[in-house]
């Protein structure tokens, strides 16, 4: 079975652009969350989508938007990038998104100059 | 390989032995409970996970305790290998998020 996929890999942008980082689930997980990894503030939870929905979201301001299609595929949207926004992002999935195991994508580091 | 994080706690173990990395929670609500491993370039990888009607369970090599009295977890890892050396988180998943504690370094030493 393949795993969470995540592209780009690797992106540069610079300060007021916008990105857009797409996730695709294991196959049959209809739960996505996305989470931002910087040496600073850890991993920390951005969002998580189950069938198309937005059930939680965390604090984040709202330049960082998501969506999820109806083939469980997730993207996130981060506009006006600003020097903080420099993380990797990570991807995860789940069959449900609560007491299950959630399996990560290998992320996508984003450098913002 | 990326960077996990700079300033981490370390623990430095010499192969063989065996390693214990503790973490401490925030929400006694949280019902479930996992520790990942992640090694550089990668994301995070399930190592095992603990319900909150548990005090204990184990895997292969790898035992985790909670104790809710005091908001507390460890992972145990016995007989530490070269290929255990990694940053270990402890994350608690409420209401669809997981919310991870800020990690610990793990360094086998040959």
Known sequence: ?113 | GESVGLHLPTLSVQEGDNSIINCAYSNSASDYFIWYKQESGKGPQFIIDIRSNMDKRQGQRVTVLLNKTVKHLSLQIAATQPGDSAVYFCAENSSYKLIFGSGTRLLVRP
């Open chain 1, 1 to 113: 079975k393949a795993g969470v996929t995540q592209t780009p890999r690797y992106l540069i942008k610079t300060r007021g652009q916008q990105v857009t980082l797409s996730c695709s689930p294991i196959s049959g997980h209809r739960s996505v969350s996305w989470y931002q990894q910087t040496p600073g503030q850890g991993l920390q939870f951005l969002f998580e989508y189950f069938s198309e929905t937005q059930r939680n979201k965390g604090n984040f301001p709202g330049r960082f938007s998501g969506r999820q299609f109806s083939n469980s595929r997730s993207e996130m949207n981060v506009s006006t990038l600003e020097l903080g926004d420099s993380a990797l992002y990570l991807c995860a999935s789940s069959y449900t998104g609560g007491v299950d195991e959630q399996f990560f994508g290998p992320g996508t580091r984003l450098t913002v100059l």
